[in-house]
Structures are given as structure tokens and as C-alpha cells.
């Protein structure tokens, strides 16, 4: 199944903005001036964390709703083993639901369906980065690169993970050339804004 380009695109902005959206709104809730983080001790009101226990309580379960979902997926990709849109779904929801490791299985099954799939890169590099497995990181990034030379994300994300394995002046190196090579993008703007914390 050939899915088109704009609809990749779209599936990435999508993940870019939400992944952005939740890493700001933590940063804020971290570094409060107020007292520290407005949500401590609470999990979000959603459909995935709604039947659990908060934190220092013994675990609880998922909601029933969510991991009927789960099943039904794993359902359907067992009787069509080739569906790479359920696959995909299934494993953004396991990443929604806090379990990358098995979500990390069903990306590996998309990149063997289709080894040109650049936003299940994006998805992998990211549970690797947050895993801070930066070289598996690094070596996903550079892929992207491979097969998108003119990607400005990936060549940010290669900056920042350069920064994250302590390469400063790799990553400043990356940074400015983001800058000169994608004037306008937000990639550039990522980039100045991270050379300036820097």
C-alpha cells in the first residue's frame, strides 16, 4: 500500500506539534516559578491513564476500552499481517499508552513492509531518544537523512542528538548549517533557538 506524500507530511506534523505540545506544557509544569509542577502526584484525565493508580500506588490497569482496542489491533494484524496502516496505529497507541518497548516491534515490522517509511524513523528515533539509546538514535537519524537529503527535521534532530551525546561543537556545527541551508523553516528556528541555549 502506497500511502502519498502530503499524507505523510500531515502525519508528521501531526506528531511533531503533539510531541512539541507535551514537551512544552512538561517543561513549564517542571520549572514553575509557582511551587513546581501544577500536576504533581496526578495523572492526566484521558482515556489511557483514567483506571490508574497514581504514582507511589501499586500499579492499576489501562482502561478496559483501551486495551480492547489494543487486542482488536493485534487481532487484525495477526489475520492481515500486511496492514500496514493497523500496524501503525497499533504502535502510536502503544507509545500513547507508555509502552515503547513493544511499540519499538510493531515500527521494526512497518520498516520491513516498507524500508522507506520516514515517519516510522521519526517514530523509532524518538522512543530511542527519550530512551536516551542516542546512538541507535543517531543511526535512525541518519537514515532519515540517506533517504531525505533535504529533510531540515532530520538534520535538526541530528543536531540535537549530537548535543545530547555531548558533542557541543558538532552540534552547533549542525545547528548553523540548519539555519543556512533551511532559512525561514521552523527547523531553523529550533536551531537558533537551541544555539542560543547553548
Do not use: C
Not at 18 to 33: C, E, K, R, V
Not at 50 to 63: D, E, F, I, L, Q
Amino acid at each position: 500500500m502506497k500511502i502519498s506524500k502530503p499524507l505523510i507530511y500531515l502525519f508528521f506534523v501531526i506528531v511533531v506539534v503533539g510531541t512539541a505540545a507535551i514537551l512544552i506544557n512538561y517543561n513549564q509544569s517542571s520549572t514553575s516559578t509557582s511551587g513546581g509542577s501544577k500536576n504533581l502526584g496526578r495523572m492526566p484525565d484521558d482515556e489511557i491513564h483514567r483506571n490508574m493508580s497514581p504514582r507511589g500506588a501499586s500499579p492499576g490497569k489501562v482502561s478496559p476500552e483501551f486495551k480492547a482496542k489494543i487486542e482488536s489491533l493485534k487481532s487484525e494484524i495477526e489475520a492481515n499481517p500486511q496492514d500496514t496502516l493497523k500496524i501503525k496505529e497499533l504502535a502510536n497507541l502503544l507509545v500513547a499508552g507508555h509502552n515503547p518497548n513493544e511499540a519499538i516491534i510493531y515500527y521494526e515490522k512497518l520498516l520491513k513492509l516498507n524500508p522507506q517509511s520516514l515517519d516510522t524513523y521519526f517514530a523509532l528515533s524518538d522512543i530511542y531518544y527519550e530512551r536516551q539509546e542516542y546512538d541507535r538514535t543517531l543511526e535512525l537519524t541518519k537514515k532519515i537523512i540517506e533517504l531525505t537529503p533535504s529533510d531540515e527535521r532530520a538534520y535538526y534532530n541530528l543536531g540535537a542528538v549530537k548535543a545530547s551525546m555531548n558533542e557541543i561543537s558538532e552540534a552547533k556545527r549542525i545547528w548553523n548549517e540548519v539555519i543556512a541551508k533551511f532559512p525561514g523553516t521552523e527547523s531553523a528556528k529550533l536551531a537558533a533557538d537551541a544555539l542560543n541555549r547553548i
